[in-house]
């Protein structure tokens, strides 16, 4: 087990240098096409804007935060472009209400289908006795979160729509995108590092990585596209919260239900069912939405101000900070023993949750007092 650690964080070392060293390199080269993107037709402005951007790019400290920052002037770049294509092509299709019924439609039925396909993989190897079984722990377990992210905002009518949407695309579009990044990063593991490692290299570093960018750009599609629907810290956390909720419900389906066909009920010898949900469903039913509330959070500021490094920066240190807890979270889980993951549990989670329950409290209070 020590060797295989051993391997394992040397093998991140040595990804994590060749990062290093390629990162101004690539950041240079991001930043150069997101002024093409902006400014391809004005050649002029073009280059004045490529030249400030690399100022800024290149007074930021550390390889990979020049990276980081490089992506989000390359992300708002894209989004820009994404929104003039788009806002072109609702001038040419009109205000015709059926294109618009088409397009929800369309919508739900992705997300329909994403979620059969993962109710038909999970019942695949769990079985439908279990299946059904960890639905209705899922069920019991997300009630009382999606309750609590609904009163965190309740005087704000005009969200419920979009709060479920979050809901369905944790539970479907972001579960299938985790799953099969995860999945491929598992193989690639146990490819280079040695059968067995390839979990760890998922657990720890695919994970966090892109499970939060999948929960996350939903939150920054609302900023982006629908930016009228979100107004600060508190709209940020509600819809990452229904989007961590929706992604917790879809894994507890499945974790629950291999439980229940694996071990039953569970025993003084072995961990079933009931073990399942209390270490889940009880100790930790907010784990997902409070990965995610740390991404809202930067969202929400980004909301707030007309500065340009905020709205870049915020997303992007929110996103940090939920991969940095997501990982902490899982590697104590896949590397640690129950001591050691329940150290975590009581001197990292709480307290961080504890400070996000104040935060949110504080900016609760401040948003609603405003409105009225």
């Given at each position: 087990?020590?060797?295989?650690i051993?391997l394992?964080?040397?093998?991140l070392?040595?990804?994590?240098n060749e990062l290093?060293?390629v990162?101004?390199?690539l950041?240079?080269?991001?930043v150069?096409?997101?002024?093409?993107?902006?400014?391809?037709?004005?050649?002029?402005?073009l280059?004045i804007?490529?030249?400030e951007?690399?100022d800024v790019?290149?007074n930021?400290p550390?390889k990979?935060?020049?990276?980081?920052?490089?992506a989000?002037?390359a992300a708002?770049?894209v989004a820009h472009r994404a929104h003039?294509?788009?806002?072109?092509?609702?001038?040419r299709?009109?205000r015709?209400?059926?294109?618009?019924?088409f397009?929800?439609?369309?919508?739900?039925?992705v997300?329909a289908?994403s979620g059969?396909?993962?109710?038909?993989?999970?019942?695949a190897?769990?079985g439908?006795?279990?299946?059904?079984v960890g639905?209705?722990?899922?069920l019991?377990?997300?009630?009382s979160?999606?309750?609590?992210?609904?009163?965190v905002?309740?005087w704000?009518?005009?969200q419920?729509?979009?709060?479920?949407?979050?809901f369905?695309?944790?539970?479907c579009?972001a579960?299938?995108t985790?799953l099969?990044i995860?999945?491929?990063?598992?193989?690639?593991?146990?490819?280079l590092?040695g059968k067995g490692?390839?979990?760890k290299?998922s657990?720890i570093?695919s994970?966090?990585l892109?499970?939060?960018?999948?929960?996350?750009?939903f939150?920054?599609?609302?900023?982006?596209?629908?930016?009228s629907?979100?107004?600060g810290?508190?709209?940020?956390?509600?819809y990452a919260?229904?989007?961590?909720?929706g992604?917790a419900?879809?894994e507890?389906?499945?974790?629950?239900g291999?439980?229940?066909a694996e071990?039953g009920?569970?025993d003084?010898?072995?961990a079933?069912?009931?073990?399942?949900f209390?270490?889940?469903?009880m100790?930790?039913?907010?784990?997902?939405?409070l990965?995610?509330?740390?991404?809202?959070v930067?969202?929400?500021l980004a909301?707030m101000?007309t500065?340009?490094?905020?709205t870049v920066?915020?997303p992007i240190?929110?996103?940090l900070?939920?991969v940095?807890?997501?990982?902490?979270?899982n590697?104590?889980a896949?590397l640690g023993?129950?001591?050691f993951?329940l150290?975590v549990y009581?001197m990292?989670m709480?307290?961080?949750?504890i400070?996000g329950v104040?935060?949110?409290?504080?900016?609760r209070?401040?948003e609603r007092?405003a409105s009225?």
């Open positions: 087990m020590t060797g295989q051993v394992l964080s040397i093998a070392g040595l990804v994590t290093g060293e990162s101004p390199w950041a240079r080269r991001l150069r096409w997101s002024a093409r993107l902006r400014y391809r037709h004005d050649p002029e402005r280059a804007r490529a030249e951007l690399e790019v290149g930021a550390g990979l935060l020049k990276l980081l920052c490089a989000g002037f708002s770049a003039r294509s788009v806002a072109g092509l609702v001038s299709l009109g015709d209400a059926r294109r618009q019924k397009r929800r439609r369309a919508g739900l039925v997300l289908s059969v396909t993962l109710l038909a993989i999970s019942t190897r769990v439908v006795v279990a299946e059904l639905l209705g722990g899922a019991l377990a997300v009630v979160v999606v309750v609590v992210f609904h009163r905002g309740r704000k009518r005009g419920v729509g979009l709060r479920w949407l979050g369905g695309w944790g539970a579009i579960t299938t985790a099969v995860n999945n491929t990063a598992e193989a690639v593991g146990d490819l590092l490692n390839g979990d290299v657990s570093v994970a966090p892109f499970e939060e960018a999948a929960k996350g750009v939150v920054l599609g609302i900023l982006l596209f629908v930016k629907k979100i107004n810290v508190i709209d940020g956390v509600i919260g229904f989007v961590g909720a992604f419900f879809t507890n389906i499945y974790y629950f291999r439980a229940f071990h009920l569970g003084t010898n072995t079933g069912l009931v073990t399942s209390i270490l889940r469903g100790l930790s039913p907010f784990t997902h939405p990965f995610t509330c740390i991404v809202g930067g969202i929400g909301a101000t500065k340009r490094r905020a920066f915020g240190y929110g996103y900070g939920a940095i807890l997501h990982a902490i979270w590697g104590a896949t023993n129950g001591e993951f150290n009581f990292v709480v307290p961080i949750f400070a104040w935060l949110v409290a504080r900016h209070k401040r007092t009225t």
